[in-house]
């Protein structure tokens, strides 16, 4: 990909599509990425990719999208997080291809899109995207529905990102200010940004900071999977610049308020 930091902050949730298939070219080299995509818990997800109309697959919140990309997951621990972290890197791949896409949970019939994907036993398929090239015009319904969940703002950092314990505002650190704002801009289900980072003897320690009604045995931990498209942004932002990370699931034992979760830590390498 080129300038990660511009697909980034560029990309945005595509819901009115040009009907037009996506090229053979570009779907070929969809194919071929997503057989690459790796995630740091070593959790397999598997992406199937499906045509709308052959499968009679659709959204009432989407227009003139031709085919879908389904994630599979088994369910184990971390699992929500290894799949938010391993679609987010097909999604801003597929931008990067001038491909739009939008994580759908809850608003299809959940069924026809299991089936279509061949949802087995002991799976679950936390959500879909349709994939397309974006329409010229946005119909008035995306408009709506960007315009309602703040789609284009974010939260300042100092609501996101904590020095030493939690609410402590990070102050500013300009090693490590791009890729923080990679993260800040992360996307997230109805953009309520679930993540928290606590910096603490230089390991920066991810939480997911819990909402009501975001969790479901057939989506997963929906908040979890927004702490895993964050985490992605941080690691992918730091491999960019060359830098490697660890990440691991070893809890600090850092005092947390009772809606909060620790996720997992992750100690870079190199700077």
């Keep these: 990909m080129n300038d990660l930091m511009e697909i980034i902050k560029g990309r945005k949730s595509v819901r009115t599509f040009d009907g037009e298939q996506v090229s053979d070219e570009h779907r070929r080299l969809l194919e071929k990425y997503i057989k690459e995509i790796t995630n740091p818990f070593d959790i397999p997800v598997e992406f199937v990719l499906m045509d709308a109309k052959e499968n009679g697959l659709s959204s009432p919140v989407l227009s003139g999208e031709p085919m879908y990309v389904a994630g599979k997951v ?18 801003l ?71 030493g314990s939690w609410g402590n505002p990070l102050k500013s650190d300009e090693t490590m200010e791009e890729i923080l704002e990679m993260v800040r801009w992360a996307p997230s289900a109805v953009n309520k940004q679930p993540w928290r980072i606590i910096v603490k003897d230089g390991i920066r320690h991810f939480y997911e900071k819990k909402d009501r009604g975001y969790t479901g045995d057939a989506t997963g931990d929906l908040q979890k999977i927004d702490v895993g498209i964050a985490l992605c942004h941080f690691v ?16 600090p034992g850092i005092e ?8 997992a830590s992750a100690e870079i390498q190199k700077i």
Excluded at 148 to 154: K, L, M, Q, T
């Design 93 to 163: 791949y597929a931008w990067s291809l001038g491909i739009g896409t939008v994580l759908i949970g809850g608003t299809m019939k959940r069924e026809n899109f299991e089936k279509a994907a061949g949802l087995k036993e002991g799976e679950m398929m936390p959500c879909v995207s349709p994939l397309g090239y974006p329409a010229a015009k946005k119909s008035l319904k995306d408009i709506m529905m960007r315009k309602g969940i703040g789609a284009d703002s974010r939260m300042p950092g100092e609501k996101l990102f904590f020095d």
């Design 256 to 263: 947390i308020p009772q809606d909060a979760e620790y996720i």
């Design 236 to 251: 992918m932002g730091l491999e960019d610049k060359g830098m490697s990370v660890n990440i691991s699931v070893a809890d």
């Design 74 to 91: 088994s369910k184990k621990p971390y699992a929500d997080v290894a799949f938010g972290y391993a679609f987010e890197k097909l999604v």
